[in-house]
């Protein structure tokens, strides 16, 4: 006869066993992440790989005729130079995306402070105003915005070009969401030091929104580098052209209408990007009142 299982031993076995269980199920939930990770990466670099091997497929090669390129070159990196000015177009882009940049650093951090300190009659209104503005989208002020430019004389223009862009009230609301997560109590010790207004927007409020700013910069850049449809309406000058523009003539091109052409176009518009993303994206993981508390 076999001996009788103790209460504390049953019990024990069954710990035991929802233990195992849990960690299976824990394994199971991980693999799954994981999975559904590289499904979505797999997504998404999925088109930026498939241009870059058909940027680098030699002029014999069918563009569909496997994955990998059987004669890797890039070749045709200089044919896109040669077909088109391209370091001209990038210069006039990199001009408006660096003025982007600078104008909405500049007045978002100003307007998200001014939103964000109490004390003024009014601020609510002006914010519900500004958030209305979300909802119209970008084409349905477009020719009013064109008529104005136009009225201004900076038709075919890269300030033009600019100038819709100079500020984003996106922007202005990331950075108002940043301010307000500013711990008071820097403020009030800034305020006993006897720091003014400015003093405390340039030494604690701006440090402290390091990673808002890198947001801001990066969205601007961004926005003002890959935008097409209001350049097309604005510049008719092929000299003023943003790249953007400067990838639709290449594509349309007849004489030049080659894929391999069109891909590596591609690639070198999308460069410069990924370039800024990886130079400012440690900054979008730094705390909230890091750069204040350093000063």
């Known amino acids: 006869m076999s001996a009788p299982t103790s209460p504390g031993t049953a019990t024990g076995a069954r710990a035991?066993?929802?233990?195992?269980s849990g960690r299976r199920r824990r394994r199971i939930g991980l693999a799954g992440r994981y999975a559904t990770l590289l499904l979505v990466l797999a997504v998404m670099l999925?088109?930026?790989?498939w241009q870059f091997l058909t940027s680098i497929r030699g002029r014999t090669e069918n563009v569909y005729d496997g994955v990998l390129p059987s004669q890797p070159t890039l070749n045709n990196y200089v044919r896109v130079a040669e077909s088109f000015p391209l370091l001209q177009y990038a210069g006039n882009t990199l001009t408006v995306a660096a003025l982007a940049i600078a104008s909405n650093t500049v007045f978002a951090a100003m307007g998200g402070y001014a939103l964000s300190r109490a004390g003024w009659r009014g601020r609510k209104t002006v914010f519900t105003v500004l958030v209305a503005t979300l909802m119209f989208p970008f084409e349905s002020v477009m020719i009013s915005m064109f008529l104005t430019v136009r009225e201004m004389g900076l038709v075919d223009t890269l300030i033009g070009v600019w100038l819709p862009g100079a500020v984003s009230v996106l922007n202005v609301m990331v950075m108002r969401a940043a301010f307000l997560a500013v711990p008071k109590e820097l403020e009030e010790a800034?305020?006993?030091?006897?720091a003014g207004e400015w003093t405390r927007f340039t030494r604690v409020f701006v440090p402290s929104a390091k990673g808002a700013?890198?947001?801001?910069c990066i969205t601007s850049f961004m926005g003002a580098w890959d935008d097409f449809l209001w350049p097309l309406l604005v510049l008719t000058d092929s000299?003023?052209?943003?790249?953007?523009?400067?990838l639709k003539t290449l594509a349309g091109a007849t004489t030049v209408n080659d894929q391999r052409l069109v891909a590596a176009g591609a690639m070198a518009a999308l460069l410069p990007t990924m370039l800024v993303f990886?130079?400012?994206?440690?900054f979008?993981?730094?705390g909230v009142g890091e750069g204040a508390v350093k000063t």
């Open 239 to 246: 000299d003023n052209y943003t790249l953007q523009l400067g």
């Open 284 to 286: 979008f993981f730094k």
């Open 190 to 194: 800034a305020v006993l030091d006897g």
């Open 278 to 282: 990886f130079a400012l994206q440690r």
């Open 46 to 49: 999925g088109p930026i790989v």
């Open 16 to 20: 035991t066993r929802r233990a195992g």
């Open 213 to 216: 700013l890198a947001v801001v």
